[in-house]
């Protein structure tokens, strides 16, 4: 998981300031995500998945399709 959100943050060429203000919090926690020190919360992984326009399957490792789910 956590290259995977290492990967979409340089594809979309950002840093890990600018994705920690998405997520109001400090760049500190959120590079512990991104290491997996630290596991994410449901809340943080779903904005993710929304904010990347992927599925939390594909963050969490369980699919290669980037492709987010439909929504009802």
């Known amino acids: 998981m956590k290259n995977r959100l290492r ?6 060429d950002l840093s890990q300031t600018q994705v920690a ?14 290491t997996g020190e630290n596991d994410i919360p ?8 929304l904010y990347y326009h992927t599925s939390v399957d594909y963050l969490l490792g369980l699919t290669t399709q980037r492709k987010p789910y439909p929504r009802e």
């Open 7 to 12: 990967d979409l943050r340089e594809d979309n």
């Open 21 to 34: 203000k998405l997520l109001h919090m400090s760049q500190t926690g959120y590079s512990k995500y991104e």
């Open 42 to 49: 449901t809340s943080v992984l779903i904005a993710l998945a």
